[in-house]
Structures are given as C-alpha cells and as structure tokens.
C-alpha cells in the first residue's frame, strides 16, 4: 500500500503520479474545445457516462486534474468544477431543488449568496434564513419540505462560526443535504467531511488558487449523503452507484446547462497556486492573529471581529474547529469619530478592493460596497455597522501592516 502523504506533499506530487505525458510535473493546459475519437461507438459510449472528454464546456483534462486535487483537500469522493464560486453554488442550488421546496440557511452569508437566495424564492424555493451559530435556530427552521441546509465555515464579514459539527450530525439525522461554504477556512483548516457536509463549496480564486489572477469554484462530494434517499435527482442519473448521483446532476444540470466552465488557462493557474496553499494560510493567519491583537488595543478602533481572540463569540468553537489558526478574514469597526474613507485613503500598503484570500492585504468599506445593495435593515439582521471595514490579510511582512495601520489611525 502506498504511504499516505501529507497535505501539501499530496497536492505537489498529484499530477506526476496521475502519469503526466513526457514526465512533466504540470499537468498541461489543454486548450482543445473539442476531443476526437476514433472509434464512434467510443465517442457515444463517452456521452452515455464513460470516461472521457466530449465538449470543453463540460471539462477538460486540465480541469479534471485540478479537480482531483480539490478531492484530495477536501478528502472527497468527486469534485465539479466552474467558472466561479458563485457558480458552484448556484448550480448546487439549481440544479438539486425544486420549486416547493424549503432551505435552511444561515443569515450570515456572503452578499452575492444572500442576492442568490432572492433569486431562488423569486422561482418557488422557499429560504429560511437563521441564527446558525445555534443549533436549535436551526432545528426550529425544519419543515416536511426541507430538502438542503447551508452555511459558512467562517462567515463572511462578520466571521461568526455556525455550529458547524452540531448541523452535520442533525443533517444526517433528519437526511438533508448539508452544503458548506468552506472557502474562507479552507480545506488546509478544516475538511467539510469531518463535520459531516455532504457537499463541499470552495471558490477556487480566493485562497486555493491565492495570486488574484484567476477565478474558480467548486463543489466537492464527501461521499457521506446517500443519494438514493433524495427526490429530486432525475431518473437518468439513477444510474450506478448513489454515491456519484448527486454530483453527476450538479455537472449535468448545473455545469453543461448553465454553461459556467472554468477556463482551462485558469484551472491552469490554480492548480498552481494550490500547490502553496498550507504555506500561504500559514503566514496570512499568523499576521491575521498578530494584526487583530494589535488593533483590539488600539483606541481609534471600536471592535475587532476575529475568531482567534478570546472576545469572539464563538472563540471556543474555533479552537475546537481550526486549532491555532484562525483565517485571514476580519472585520474591524473604527470609533464614531472617525471617518471611514478619509481612513481608507490614508493607507499605503494595505490594497482598496473587493477580494479575498489574495497573497495581499486587501480592505474596503462593508456597508458602502458589497453589502450596500441588501439594504439597511439587511445589514442590521447581519451585524453589519456603517463604519465597519473588511480585511482579508495577506503574507506581507507582519509589522509593516501594523505601522501601516498606526499612521492611518493617527
């Protein structure tokens, strides 16, 4: 039996030991939008769930290795992967309820997730949204409709952590689909298998792929829900072993219908970038712990919200979770005096711009832009003030972050 590799050396060695043509390490990027085969009957057998390659638009074999090691992060049983993160979760979404149907979610989401959820409700799909950092909000959200319950695994930007073990036994209790957002923690931090989801969402062009010059998304199967217990996938997906159906209908009605391929030349760099993560998130948490100590002490900031200091919430729940490490999200609210965007322009090091997960320290103004749209009742539901910032910390040198700070605050 081969020896069990740990998490980087995996990921580095994946593509040479999936036999690489001419001993390359890489996997190539191949940009061919269709594939030829020799044999007609080979090529109908590829369209009746054979192995292989059809039409770019559902995978390449450059994509496929990258694929394959979002599996091996995440310790799954298959992944699909997109264009972005947010087509994963819409092709989730879509592609596995139905009108009449009910989803549990957590009311501490992402913007652009909680802008999907209008979408979905505006098709029938009723959305239930909750406190998930308590499992009997969850629980009380239950109805005989209930088909899927989601969540974050460091929500994003208020950093609350649902109880996120707790959700995954009461999923599989009550057989319900359990999607978890892991983008922010990643799978470096912690494995969604391990807290029972079923599938797995990572937007690929955030941490995984870490340079912010890509974009990507991907749904992971951990192989622990049993398909055949769930009524919406299709009959001509009944095929073979449960264990793939669900991911099967995600690549059929949500990838090759919808059309959200990821580029070859950005599964490309990705595959990349990955290859690092540990190490990023290593030094992006360690400077994220040093920064949010630093300012919990300063005068000029009224609240820091991160999950490694002991005022958090749900501190105790992080260390349970994640260990020692704790993300590279925080947010910070500044004192009433002080004015938010003659703050922001103030800043030399830290970048103005809407990311996350990028090898750089990047900040901007919550309630102005990303959350701006869901309006002000919205973001009181979220915890979201008018003078909190977003802060996504890179790998840069720990101080000058710090004295970065110091003179902006000044």
């Known amino acids: 039996m081969p020896q069990k590799n740990g998490f980087t050396t995996t990921i580095l060695h994946s593509d040479r030991r999936g036999s690489v043509e001419h001993g390359a390490i890489h996997k190539p990027m191949h940009a061919s939008s269709e594939y030829a085969y020799a044999d007609s009957r080979e090529l109908a057998a590829v369209f009746q769930g054979k192995a292989g390659f059809t039409y770019a638009r559902q995978g390449t074999?450059?994509?496929a290795a990258l694929e394959a090691k979002v599996s091996q992060m995440e310790g799954g049983v298959g992944t699909v992967s997109?264009?972005?993160?947010m087509a994963a979760l819409a092709a989730t979404f879509f592609a596995l309820l139905r009108a009449g149907d009910h989803l549990?979610?957590?009311k501490y989401v992402f913007g652009n997730t909680n802008s999907l959820f209008g979408t979905l409700m505006g098709m029938g799909v009723e959305v239930t949204l909750v406190d998930?950092?308590?499992?009997?909000?969850v629980k009380q959200a239950l109805r005989p409709e209930t088909r899927m319950v989601f969540t974050e695994a460091i929500a994003n930007p208020g950093t609350q952590i649902a109880d996120l073990r707790a959700i995954g036994d009461w999923c599989r209790q009550e057989k319900l689909v359990y999607v978890l957002d892991n983008t922010l923690a990643t799978p470096w931090l912690c494995q969604g298998i391990t807290l029972g989801a079923s599938l797995v969402v990572n937007s690929l062009s955030k941490h995984i792929g870490g340079h912010g010059n890509a974009m990507g998304g991907a749904v992971t199967d951990t192989g622990l829900y049993d398909w055949s217990a769930y009524p919406n996938i299709a009959a001509p997906y009944r095929k073979g072993s449960p264990t793939s159906w669900g991911l099967l209908q995600i690549k059929k009605k949500g990838l090759r219908d919808m059309g959200g391929t990821l580029s070859a030349e950005a599964a490309h760099r990705i595959a990349a970038g990955a290859e690092t993560l540990a190490l990023r998130m290593e030094k992006g948490c360690s400077n994220a712990l040093t920064l949010a100590q630093f300012l919990a002490g300063h005068p000029r900031?009224?609240?820091v919200h991160y999950p490694g200091l002991p005022s958090h919430p749900q501190h105790e729940r992080a260390v349970d979770l994640y260990g020692h490490r704790f993300g590279t999200l925080m947010g910070i609210e500044l004192a009433d005096d002080l004015d938010v965007f003659e703050f922001l322009n103030r800043l030399r090091v830290l970048i103005l711009a809407t990311h996350l997960g990028d090898n750089r320290t990047l900040?901007?103004?919550v309630a102005h832009t990303i959350y701006y749209e869901m309006g002000a009742q919205q973001r009181a539901l979220m915890g979201i003030s008018d003078n909190q910032l977003r802060v996504s910390v890179g790998i840069e040198d720990t101080q000058d972050l710090i004295d970065d700070f110091v003179q902006a605050l000044a």
Do not use: C, M, Q
């Open 61 to 63: 074999p450059t994509t």
């Open 82 to 85: 997109f264009a972005t993160g």
């Open 104 to 106: 549990i979610s957590s």
């Open 132 to 137: 998930a950092t308590d499992i009997e909000s």
């Open 301 to 303: 900031v009224a609240k």
């Open 363 to 365: 900040v901007l103004p």
